[in-house]
């Protein structure tokens, strides 16, 4: 795949690997979505339905029943705090409030600088390792509420 | 009983995620092998090894396989579809197998592909496992270089291919017809069976539906024989699980253990036990969908038939341990909004009755419930059961009203003493959960018009 290739050529070329084009709509979902700053816009549903010969609205509609899809902006980063049970009994929510404080965030919201997106999320996956924090698709596992300063400035600082 | 290393075996060692040194420990001589021999004598050894699904519903995988109709038979293609698509809360074992052991893993896709005489298999990879996809995908770079996947497996005559297709964070994807759908490029709602995907399936054809570390036991039934794997374990729970430990114990992590081993052996002796001195108050064994067992029952054995005995299941292998800082109705209400969350919503009894499970269980924290309300929470769970297309209503009513039965007078106290008896102490006050959070969120974003 070259950078230089269109996102409905690379959608044509993902959907080839399935029998049926429509198998392809996740995939083409992910790749609209990073191409647009980590959410979908309404255009992003008219590219991906011309791709794959279905209209926007179907478009949506499957975007919308999954939890890693955004419809609307989001941070140029993203950290997501697990507070499902085996996470919450290792003190998930004083790391999500340690992270609300330094963000000057609740969760659900973006920094004021737009920054910065905090939201929890239901179980990760790394619940022996709780707290589980997912910081732009990697998982940092365990996160105590005194990392959580760190992870911060990193953000700030990095790219 | 205790630790038992076979699907991880030599994985402390070895970087197995590199095919050269997962050959040097006997890797795909079990494909090899499987592809030397009739298919039905493959199926046959996976019936000898009576090995049930380890996703969570524990069918045996070799009956399963047996549903399917046989190659020459079938005028339509037949699938593969592996569940990947961990996501029962407390559960991370399949993680641990992808990214220690993922060549272990592809060998039994590759085998079980074979065996049901597939020609197209697909990974469904939860969405959020982004380190796990990058593993599978580059051990499947490596087996396709090697040729044990692609054009003429081996020199067998026979093809595979393997796509990775990636989920995008929802939990009802891992329950099969949800899956399927959810392939199928529309939201993951489950489907009413039968038929059954053995029959129809993936695009309406014959699919065999397996989880990750179901497959990865294939190589090594293979290797040893169906009747040699067979006497691992205990009666109808043959073989080993890895189990995933968390929650309020030392070592939390994943352990591969014979079948029967004892959840005080798990907890206990390889766990470390409950941390800050504090008491063991119960044990969720197999996932949150689960009933709830108390610490007197701590000695348990990891089995199917034992934790049925004892009124619960063994579900994902998944064992949360809870200490006495946790108040059980946050615990319950933690539990009804994951699943409030992840209801499909084409289910009234579940998409209605997980909400309804919520805003009692609310009422019930914080003091505001009467008396009838708590019959009305059980009987919510009553009319959720068994009346849903898929599992996730049970998974919500299970669990909850298991935790009313076995802790009922801590129940009974919020409502006598007007709130919770924990006060600020328990160790889940105040968490926030994903609905919380959209909630909040939807409030903030409707606009209430201010007189002039």
């Known amino acids: 795949m070259s950078a230089a290739s269109t996102l409905y050529d690379r959608i044509r070329e993902v959907a080839a690997q399935y029998p049926e084009s429509r198998s392809a709509v ?27 010969e279905l209209t926007p609205a179907y478009c949506k509609a499957v975007a919308s029943f999954y939890d890693m899809f955004h419809l609307a902006p989001v941070g140029r980063h993203m950290v997501e705090v697990c507070t499902n049970v085996s996470c919450a009994l290792v003190g998930a929510q004083q790391v999500l409030e340690a992270f609300e404080r330094e963000l000057d965030a609740q969760a659900g919201e973006t920094t004021a600088d737009g920054e910065i997106t905090l939201r929890t999320v239901e179980c990760a996956g790394g619940c022996g390792w709780g707290t589980v924090v997912v910081v732009d698709h990697r998982y940092r596992e ?3 509420p005194a990392d ?3 992870i911060v400035r990193e953000l700030r600082s990095g790219a | 009983m205790a630790l038992r290393k076979l699907l991880l075996a030599h994985a402390d060692e070895r970087d197995l995620t590199k095919l050269a040194e997962y050959e040097t420990v006997g890797g795909y001589e079990s494909l090899r092998r499987a592809l030397g021999m009739e298919r039905q ?44 698509d961990e996501s029962e809360p407390g559960t991370f074992k399949d993680r641990e197998i992808m990214l220690r052991v993922p060549h272990l893993f592809l060998e039994g896709v590759f085998i079980a592909a074979n065996t049901i005489g597939s020609n197209l298999a697909f990974i469904y990879l939860r969405g959020e496992y982004l380190r796990e996809y990058e593993v599978v995908v ?5 087996a396709r270089e090697a040729g044990y996947v692609g054009k003429d497996v081996l020199g067998s005559g026979w093809d595979l291919a393997v796509v990775v297709h990636r989920g995008a964070g929802a939990y009802i994807c891992g329950e099969e017809t949800g899956l399927l759908e959810s392939l199928e490029g529309r939201r993951g709602q489950p489907r009413t069976k039968p038929p059954f995907p053995a029959i129809s399936g993936l695009y309406a054809s014959p699919t065999l539906i397996n989880n990750v570390e179901t497959l990865a036991t294939v190589p090594k039934i293979v290797q040893m024989g169906g009747e040699a794997y067979a006497r691992l374990g205990v009666e109808h729970s043959a073989g080993t699980r890895v189990f995933s430990l968390s929650g309020n114990v030392v070592n939390g992590g994943n352990y591969e253990l014979e079948l029967g081993t004892s959840l005080r052996e798990l907890i206990y002796d390889l766990g470390g036990g409950i941390p800050d001195g504090r008491e063991l108050k119960a044990i969720i064994p197999g996932g949150s969908s689960v009933p709830v067992l108390t610490a007197a029952e701590v000695d348990t054995p990891l089995d199917f038939d034992s934790m049925a005995a004892a009124g619960t299941m063994l579900g994902s292998g998944a064992v949360i341990v809870i200490d006495d800082r946790c108040c059980m109705v946050q615990l319950g209400l933690r539990v009804a909004q994951f699943y409030m969350h992840e209801s499909c919503g084409k289910c009234t009894p579940c998409r209605e009755g997980t909400r309804w499970m919520v805003q009692l269980l609310h009422k019930i924290e914080e003091g505001d419930a009467t008396q009838g309300e708590l019959d009305v929470l059980l009987d919510v769970c009553d009319r959720i059961l068994g009346n849903c297309l898929c599992p ?29 008896p924990f006060g600020d102490e328990s160790s889940l006050k105040g968490v926030l959960a994903p609905v919380d959070q959209h ?14």
């Open chain 2, 41 to 84: 004598a493959v199926l046959d050894e996976l019936l000898a090894a009576d090995v049930r699904g380890r996703g969570g519903a524990g069918f045996p995988m070799g009956r399963k396989a047996s549903f399917l109709p046989k190659p020459e038979d079938s005028s339509k293609r037949i699938y593969l579809v592996v569940n990947a």
């Open chain 1, 26 to 52: 996740l995939p083409a979902l992910r790749l609209a979505q990073e191409e647009n700053g980590g959410w979908l816009p309404p255009e992003a549903f008219r590219e991906v339905g011309d791709a794959l």
């Open chain 2, 392 to 420: 996730l209503g049970d998974a919500a009513a299970m669990p909850v009203a298991s935790y009313v039965a076995r802790f009922r007078e801590e129940y009974q106290r919020h409502i006598d003493e007007g709130g919770c």
């Open chain 2, 138 to 142: 580059a051990a499947l770079e490596e």
């Open chain 2, 439 to 452: 909630h909040a969120r939807l409030r903030a974003e409707i606009e209430v018009p201010t007189g002039p």
């Open chain 1, 148 to 150: 959580v300063p760190g």
């Open chain 1, 142 to 144: 365990p996160v105590q």
